[in-house]
């Protein structure tokens, strides 16, 4: 029953870091490494998706719509707020955060519940409103950075790297492996316009706070 459940799984192998600061990278016209890592994070998504695809063939596996959940917004509303929390946590410390630091990044739970929140009970796509997430997530990592001197980017890149659409990249590479090209299409346009607006979020939320970025 729950076996279209395993696409969750594809969010842990997308290389969400070097795809969001390569963004960033390429924002500070630092070229080279910019295109060096956003080369790297298409080589990984290309060999992890594909060879994802093979293995839903053979296992019988497809990445079927989720059942809906029979509960109400505001239990919806705090299971989202905990499960990002934990997923942003999780991703802080897999980067090698301390403990404190780790339980710092909240702030993408916050970002990240927003988003789906938007996404759910207001017309906004889901570019758009992946891209005020990143916004709230690079405001709310500039204010605690000015209090307790954590590095911006080691709160703002795990709060994001949870909004990385690895579903949709394998959704399109999926559908691309059974011919149906107008869908997979659809699917890889999605993710496409999100990847692009989570770092334009942070840069936005970097010009806004850091005078020495917005004038560099």
């Known amino acids: 029953v729950h076996e279209a459940g395993y696409i969750c799984s594809m969010l842990f192998i997308i290389p969400g870091f070097p795809f969001i600061t390569s963004g960033i990278d390429l924002a500070k016209l630092d070229i080279r490494s910019g295109i060096e890592r956003l080369t790297y994070s298409a080589i990984i998504v290309l060999v992890a998706t594909v060879f ?33 929390f934990c997923g ?29 929140e938007l996404v759910d009970f207001t017309a906004i796509p889901a570019a758009a409103a992946a891209f005020i997430g990143a916004v709230t997530a690079g405001l709310l990592a500039s204010f605690i950075k000015k209090y307790n001197g954590y590095p911006r980017i080691s709160l703002t890149v795990p709060s994001i790297v949870i909004m990385v659409p690895g579903l949709y990249l394998y959704r399109a590479i999926y559908i691309f492996g059974i011919m149906s090209l107008t869908e997979a299409v659809s699917w890889f346009t999605s993710a496409v316009m999100i990847i692009i607006a989570l770092p334009l979020g942070l840069i936005f939320a970097r010009i806004i706070t850091d005078r020495t970025f917005r004038y560099c």
């Open 52 to 84: 994802a695809w093979i293995m839903a063939l053979i296992l019988h596996l497809q990445p079927e719509e989720f059942s809906s959940l029979n509960i109400g917004n505001i239990t919806h509303l705090i299971l989202r707020l905990t499960a990002s």
């Open 88 to 116: 942003v946590f999780g991703f802080s410390i897999m980067f090698n955060s301390s403990i404190p630091m780790a339980a710092t990044t909240a702030v993408g739970a916050i970002a990240n519940t927003l988003r789906l």
